[in-house]
């Protein structure tokens, strides 16, 4: 059972992160935006079952869970602790590989996706992972790069500003054409 050490807010109003005395998976992330794509996960399944939850991520330690806004965060926190703390670790996990990178994405042989995707996992997806949330990149067309963000960072005002601005600038190194888009 997961003990929650401590519970944490995000950059992102709606988004708290749960963070616990030990791991539930051992680097293997997981990302849902709905029931239905939760409906394998107990743990993910048990907290979409809660009013106002439109959003799961969790890796390692760290659980974060999105409301709609309209719940009080009080109330809201007593009812995600208990299928919380029932939750045992995962380690029989697999990797996800689309979790941080399309299938398209992936299949691609492009060079620049390559070196986009090594600078993210370097110098962003841990800062984002720290807010509560992740980036995935969806596709590399001509010059247009899709990412969407995960966890806390989807529907956190910040994302779509600051954050996609920084990451814009950082791909700009790889080529100054590439146009950054939130999807």
């Known amino acids: 059972m997961a003990k929650i050490k401590e519970i944490e807010r995000t950059p992102n109003p709606d988004s708290m992160r749960f963070v616990l005395a030990e791991p539930l998976t051992n680097g ?11 409906q ?3 743990l993910a399944a048990s907290l979409f079952e809660i009013e106002h939850v439109i959003n799961v991520y969790y890796v390692d330690r760290y659980i974060t869970v999105t409301q709609d806004g309209g719940a009080v965060w009080s109330e809201l926190l007593r009812k995600l602790a208990p299928p919380i703390r029932e939750a045992e670790a995962q ?6 590989a689309e979790v941080h990178v399309s299938k398209e994405a992936l299949d691609s042989d492009d060079p620049r996706l390559q070196e986009i995707n090594r600078m993210l996992d370097e110098q962003v997806r841990p800062y984002l992972l720290a807010d509560g949330g992740g980036l995935k990149v969806i596709s590399l067309e001509e010059n ?3 990412v969407h963000y995960q966890g806390a960072c989807g529907t956190c005002p910040t994302a779509t500003t600051g954050t996609l601005y920084a990451i814009e600038s ?6 100054p054409e590439i146009q950054v888009i939130s999807v």
């Open 28 to 38: 293997v992330t997981r990302s849902y935006e709905d029931a239905h794509e939760a």
């Open 40 to 42: 394998d996960d107990r």
């Open 91 to 96: 380690d029989n996990l697999v990797d996800d």
């Open 144 to 146: 247009r790069l899709k």
């Open 170 to 175: 950082m791909v700009k190194r790889v080529d």
